[in-house]
């Protein structure tokens, strides 16, 4: 409805570009005010007001991030003979996270208001200055768009309009003068940019800064009784350092002959300074991560394959094309000599989603000279030890849910003038698959329905509902994804068959009882979609 009175007032591709904006906010409020509602992500400990960047799954939220896991497991470790799944402890030996770099290195610049005492992100405070000149462009855009009507060349208006022309140098005068002093980690000259752009606290509106500081990202507490550095340990930020200490370990207890992947999915946290966007970015997060161990040269294949296979998996579950793009970094991380994000289209626009890395080897080689122990691979073919190569899978579970809802969320006005907010959600992930209804609470018709949920259930995760009417049970169902509805009435006393009612075109047929799991599985199980 509120996209549909903007599309309205937007008539040229500039005045597009403001009013979607609008939107996409409008978007991301609805959905999560719907995941809330509806029982799939609640604020944390909200009773105390919550946490911020803290979010709980519940009862369907934890359904629907189960059925992505599993889609994931299934994905990387079933169904590659080559790969397998460890599960390993969110506390590690406190080196791990000197050898990984993530103790000297795993910093965001901050800076604090000193009157509001507000913190900040330094860069994000920068980009946001940049964000707001950006839109000065588009609405000069705009002016020009209302001025010239069909006759306005926009391709030519931004090449040449004085305004336009001084704002775009500004931009990349300042993401200039951002990227050097970061890249040389020079914290003063991003402190002098932003007294010079005379950025101010969006609280207290003061320019009264502190200086910049590099704030690590690690979650730190103790361990045991012992106070001080020596017991200091961390929260792990990443799942990955676990599959890496593992490598020897799962190589040779498993006889994995390389190349073999180590498969991972479990929390991380990091203490983000601007968290914010719902799940997208959050303190404590899971992650759904795979380490490649090939051989050194054969890096960039993987590297390829593995890109090319998890945009696949993203793919096969229809979200839309168009709703994905890769990103490619060009400036790479010390250890990596490729990398790439897959970018989703997110109520706040593309952003990323996964990431993969070729990870060289970097993290093995950083563990053999902290630990003193040899992280090798005896490869019978070279008659030749090495330490492995390593590309990296790395897939945010918060935000695939964060993708997969705000996607399948629509609200929709149907031919006789009402409305209804439908999840549609691809069946292999929907919380519930089927929901059992019995069209009247007599005639023995809930206890029909019940035959019929137990024949169901140990198959499919059912929901069983006899309150209200029909039409407001399926309104129930698509708001929370059920594909399918099994009604129970009077002509199932008589002929044993019921009606499936289909979430999504809501058109219904009638089939027999007998029939109804063959059916459904056909429709809803992972399988066909790992094997599509
Ligand atoms: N082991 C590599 C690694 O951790 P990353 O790009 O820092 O790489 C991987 O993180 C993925 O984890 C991201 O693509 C994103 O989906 C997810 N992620 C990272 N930080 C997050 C946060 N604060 N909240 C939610 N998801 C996050």
């Given at each position: 409805m509120v996209g549909f009175f903007y599309a309205l007032e937007c008539t040229h591709a500039n005045l597009f570009y403001l009013c979607a904006?609008?939107?996409?906010?409008?978007?991301?409020?609805?959905?999560?005010?719907h995941a809330k509602e509806y029982g799939f992500v609640f604020p944390s400990s909200e009773i105390y007001d919550g946490l911020s960047a803290t979010y709980d799954y519940g009862q369907l939220g934890s359904l629907l991030k189960n059925n992505i896991k599993e889609y994931w497991w299934k994905a990387m470790v079933q169904v590659h003979d080559n790969i397998v799944g460890i599960d390993a402890a969110i506390f590690m030996h406190p080196t791990t996270w000197k050898a990984s770099g993530h103790v000297d290195a795993f910093n965001d610049p901050l800076i604090d208001n000193k009157d509001s005492k507000k913190r900040?992100?330094?860069?994000?405070?920068i980009e946001e200055h940049i964000e707001k000149i950006?839109?000065?462009?588009e609405k000069e855009v705009a002016k020009g768009i209302k001025r010239f009507g069909d006759d306005f060349d926009e391709a030519q208006f931004r090449a040449t309009n004085p305004n336009v022309l001084r704002n775009a140098k500004k931009i990349e005068e300042i993401e200039?003068?951002?990227?050097?002093?970061?890249?040389?980690?020079?914290?003063?000259?991003?402190?002098n940019l932003i007294v010079d752009l005379e950025i101010a606290c969006p609280i207290s509106g003061s320019k009264n800064w502190t200086e910049v500081r590099q704030f690590n990202l690690m979650f730190s507490t103790e361990l045991g009784s012992v106070a001080g550095d020596a017991a200091k340990i961390y929260l792990r930020p990443e799942t990955a350092q676990g599959i890496f200490v593992n490598y020897l370990n799962v190589q040779k207890t498993g006889r994995m002959k390389i190349p073999f992947g180590i498969a991972q999915i479990g929390k991380a946290f990091r203490n983000e300074i601007v968290a914010r966007q719902f799940i997208f970015r959050?303190?404590?997060?899971?992650?759904?991560?795979?380490?490649?161990?090939?051989?050194?040269?054969?890096?960039?294949?993987?590297?390829?394959?593995?890109?090319e296979h998890r945009m696949q998996w993203h793919q096969k579950l229809g979200l839309g094309e168009a709703n994905y793009r890769f990103h490619d970094h060009i400036k790479l991380a010390h250890y990596a000599n490729a990398a790439a994000d897959i970018e989703f289209n997110f109520p706040m626009g593309f952003k990323e989603l996964e990431g993969i890395h070729s990870r060289t080897d970097f993290d093995l080689k950083q563990h053999e000279e902290y630990s003193g122990k040899k992280l090798q691979y005896f490869d019978p073919e070279l008659n030749e030890n090495y330490v492995p190569y390593v590309v990296e899978t790395s897939i945010g579970l918060d935000r695939m849910f964060l993708a997969v809802l705000s996607t399948a969320y629509t609200h929709e006005t149907l031919e006789d003038g009402s409305t209804r907010s439908v999840l549609s959600l691809p069946p292999a992930l929907a919380p519930y698959k089927v929901a059992v209804m019995p069209l009247t609470k007599k005639d023995g018709l809930p206890e029909k329905a019940k035959e019929v949920l137990n024949k169901l259930q140990y198959d499919f995760s059912c929901q069983y509902d006899e309150k209200d009417s029909p039409g407001k049970r399926y309104r129930r169902q698509d708001a929370i994804g059920t594909p399918y509805c099994i009604m129970i009435d009077h002509q199932t006393m008589e002929d044993n068959t019921v009606t499936i009612r289909d979430r999504d075109t809501m058109e219904q047929e009638r089939i027999t009882i007998a029939e109804l799991n063959a059916i459904i599985d056909q429709k809803v199980n992972m399988k066909y979609l790992l094997m599509d």
């Open positions: 904006m609008q939107q996409k906010d409008d978007i991301l409020k609805e959905v999560i005010s900040y992100r330094a860069d994000v405070l950006r839109q000065k462009i200039g003068r951002m990227k050097e002093s970061l890249g040389n980690d020079d914290l003063e000259g991003v402190y959050m303190r404590e997060f899971e992650q759904m991560e795979m380490q490649f161990f090939v051989r050194p040269g054969e890096e960039m294949k993987w590297y390829d394959y593995w890109k």
